[in-house]
Each structure stands twice: as C-alpha cells, then as structure tokens.
C-alpha cells in the first residue's frame, strides 16, 4: 500500500491580512515600545517574513503591570461575576467567527498543519472560554470556600507550540476568576496572540484586562520578576521553569509550571494493534512531535513488539509531509532553526549511543526547516533519547515484559506529565493509571483535551493544574 497521491488542496492566505508591524498591546491599545525595539517573525515552512513586532522592555513591562493593576482595582474586579462571564462569553464567539483566520494565521507563524490548527487548536481555543465564561459567576460553587476571590494581576509566559491554545489555557481562567492579564507569547509565534488582542477590542474588553507583551526571554524574565504580579503562570522548558521557580521563591506570587514530559505510551499484548499504532503517531507525530505530553517513548509488550513495529512502519510511510496550509499535509515544518538543531543533535546522539534510526522514504523541501518522522529501536533506558526531551517527532521504541516491569519503566523519567495505556482490559488499564506518576493518563487514546479535565504534571514537569475546577485554583486567593 503506497501514498494516495493527492493534488495540493492548500487553503487560501486571502483570509488573514497580515499588518507591516505589529506594536504592544498594552491598556487596551497598540503601542510602540518604549526604546523602539522590533524583530522580525518568520513562517518555519518558508521562512518568509510575515511580520515585524515590538519587543517590549523594562520600561513596557512596568506600563503594562501598571495598566492591568489599574483595570483590576477600578474595573475588573468591582464588576458583577456575570457581567466578566458575558466578555468572556463574547470573546469565545468572536474567536468561533474568525476560526478560519486564526487557523490560517496560526499555521503560517507557527509551521503546524492547516488540519491540526483548524480541527485542534481553534475549536479547543473557543471551548476553553465558553467553558470558563461559565464558571465567572459559579465561583461560590467550586469548592474553594464560600466567596473565593481573585489574586490581582497575573503574569502569563507561554510557548511556541500552541501559540493561541496556551493563550485561551491562561487568560480564561485567569479572567473568569477575576484577575487581570499581561501575557508575552513565545517570540517565533505572536501573531495569533496580537490578533487576540485585536479580539479584546472588538469585544470590548475594558482597557487593560488583558495586556500582550512580545519579547524573548529577557521580556518574560522582567513580567515574572515585575514586583506588581500577584500570580506567575508559565509553560515552557523545565530549566527556565527551575529559573521562574528561584526567582519567585522569595515573594509572595502564587506561582504555576507546566514544564517538560518524556512520556510512555505502553501498548500491551490484548490491545487492538491497528488502534494503537493511530495513537502511537498522534502521541508522537501530532504538531510535528512539538508537545509537552507527546508520547514519544513507546513501550511495547515483548510478544507484539515485531507486528507493532512492522504496523507502525507501514503507517509511517503513508504521512504527507510539506506545506502546512495543505489541507492533506500531516506534518508540518518545525517551528524554528533553533529546535531543528535540538532535534538533530539528540537524533545523532541517539545513533552515537547505539540506537537504530528509521524514517520512512519522504521528500523535505528545500527551503523551511523540516524533520522527517523518526523511530529509533534498540533503546535502552540509558540512552539519553530515552531520557531527554526531544520535543520533536521522534519516538524511541522499548519493551517490556509484564506490567509491573512496564510501570517500572515508564515512571523511570524525571517527568511526569502523561501517559497512555493500551490495552483490552478495564482492570489492567485502572492498575496501571493508579501507579503511574503522570498527571494525566490516557487510555486506548492519546492527546485528548477537554476545558474540564485537569491537566499538569508531577517532579520536573511542574506543579499546579490548567483545566476544569481543579484549574480555577491557580487564580483564587484560596
């Protein structure tokens, strides 16, 4: 069985106009920064410019703290909790309006396919604020005593992975709670967040609930330090979450990580193979291996590991990789030059150490920075591909014997954010999640998200929760 060869089916660009420059976003308006500085963000696929963003200072990040304090004491939280739940209400339908623009959008800046942003991403961006605009005036009801009440104002620092889906993650509960926002997107994907502020205009969000601030890693160091944030919310890498982590110690925010994950997707000898090997490439190969939860060490039982592998291969080989505005691309470029040379280096590493690398046959196109998908057997628990995060699509294949030695294996990570099960046996699958160390964990499915179900994870992949009541925590004063 070969490729089905499909004809291009990209999906227009018409549907997004693009600005020269973009400014910051602060108090309810575009600004310019205050020293002048910009950069530039570029499409992964191409590496086209699309845009050129203010990159915000010292001096911005105090306007911006001083703007949303502002808008929590005179405005945000004098408001009645229906009334916050109405903007939220407000902007979740603006975002369901213009889902095919911000797919669009998300997709150029950030090299994940059309199909992901448009299917994943968006309708989970909207659903996060319906969820939440729900909650505003159900506080009472949460479990966090009688009238919980907001922390103040919340500095937000998100990555590049899923630019407007960790954005939604962050500022719905953190409004719905009664808080007010300055967020910095990841400085390769801003675009997707300043439409966003664009969304907060057109929804007439009160000026400075929500403030966006683009930067790198010295912008985000100034917000999370800034002495006027009551609460710091991070995603991103486990060693600048340890910096986050020292820096905040010794005050008095209330701090939140959601950090790095090596996770196992453990397929035993019962489980329904075809079903499995869908969920061992969306665990791994889904936004081009970019997620904190991605399955990418596989643990099969000794018994399937040669019909699993042999499986797995064949399906790989079907997976169109290119243009990530293709609606039939199923992986799309990775997201910078940076993390290509990240991944790279762990894949030698990987074959240095012993491993045997695979890729199915594919084309990469010349220009853009791409990575074919990759599985490396004969991986031991040593191995440092078996031990690190990747964060790219490459899986290392392992086995197992019984399920103790599976449970054994997979919590032997300094992670511990997901895992996945597979498996015909109810029971067996309850014995596993109940001595897994991972804060979530999927069964005979993988990746699946819902506003309601918490999600966070344990040791180095950080501590606190996004999601459901359990999220709504992080921003009470409780």
């Not at 408001?79 to 911000?102: C, D, M, N, T, V």
């Not at 968006?122 to 506080?139: E, N």
């Not at 994907?189 to 930067?215: H, M, R, S, Y």
């Not at 054994?408 to 099960?421: D, H, I, M, Q, W």
Request: aromatic letters at 8%.
């Amino acid at each position: 069985m070969g490729k089905f060869e499909y004809a291009p089916a990209p999906e227009s660009r018409s549907v997004v106009s693009l600005r020269e420059s973009y400014g910051l976003f602060i108090n309810g308006e575009f600004t310019p920064s205050a020293d002048g500085r910009a950069f530039k963000t570029i499409s992964p696929a191409t590496e086209e410019v699309l845009a050129e963003v203010a990159e915000a200072g010292p001096a911005d990040v105090d306007r911006a703290v001083t703007a949303a304090r502002r808008a929590y004491e005179r405005t945000w939280s004098v408001l009645p909790a229906k009334e916050r739940g109405k903007y939220l209400f407000r902007i979740a339908r603006i975002i369901q309006e213009r889902s095919r623009e911000l797919a669009v959008l998300e997709s150029l800046d950030n090299g994940k396919p059309i199909r992901e942003s448009r299917d994943v991403d968006i309708p989970l961006v909207a659903a996060h604020f319906f969820y939440h605009a729900g909650w505003a005036d159900k506080l009472e009801y949460a479990g966090y005593g009688p009238a919980p009440k907001a922390l103040g104002v919340a500095g937000q620092v998100i990555p590049w992975n899923f630019p407007l889906l960790m954005l939604a993650w962050k500022i719905a509960p953190a409004l719905a709670c009664g808080n007010t926002v300055v967020l910095k997107p990841a400085e390769t994907t801003p675009l997707t967040a300043l439409t966003f502020a664009e969304i907060c205009q057109q929804a007439d969000l009160p000026p400075g609930v929500v403030n966006i601030l683009t930067g790198a890693g010295d912008t985000g160091k100034a917000l999370v330090t800034h002495p006027g944030i009551d609460k710091v919310a991070f995603t991103g890498s486990t060693e600048v979450g340890k910096e986050i982590a020292r820096d905040c110690a010794p005050t008095r925010k209330k701090v939140t990580l959601e950090l790095g994950g090596k996770a196992a997707n453990i397929v035993f000898e019962d489980a329904p193979v075809d079903q499995a090997v869908e969920g061992i490439v969306n665990g791994i190969f889904f936004n081009q291996g970019h997620v904190c939860c991605a399955g990418s060490r596989l643990l099969v039982q000794e018994s399937v590991y040669d019909q699993v592998l042999a499986s797995l291969q064949r399906r790989l080989a079907t997976l169109r990789l290119g243009d990530p505005l293709d609606k039939n691309t199923d992986v799309g470029a990775i997201n910078s030059a940076a993390q290509l040379a990240k991944i790279r280096e762990l894949s030698e590493v990987g074959e240095a150490e012993g491993a045997q690398r695979w890729s199915p046959p594919c084309e990469l196109p010349v220009k853009g920075f791409w990575f074919p998908p990759t599985v490396f057997t004969g991986v031991s628990q040593a191995h440092r591909i078996a031990r690190e995060e990747i964060f790219g699509p490459v899986l290392s294949v392992l086995t197992f014997r019984t399920p103790a030695e599976a449970v054994e294996k997979a919590n032997n990570t300094p992670y511990g954010l997901s895992a996945g099960v597979w498996t015909d046996k109810g029971s067996r699958i309850l014995w596993m999640a109940s001595r897994l160390r991972a804060g979530v964990v999927w069964a005979n499915t993988f990746n699946k998200f819902d506003p309601s179900s918490p999600f966070g994870g344990y040791k180095e992949s950080g501590y606190g929760r996004e999601g459901g009541r359990h999220g709504l925590e992080a921003y009470l004063d409780v």
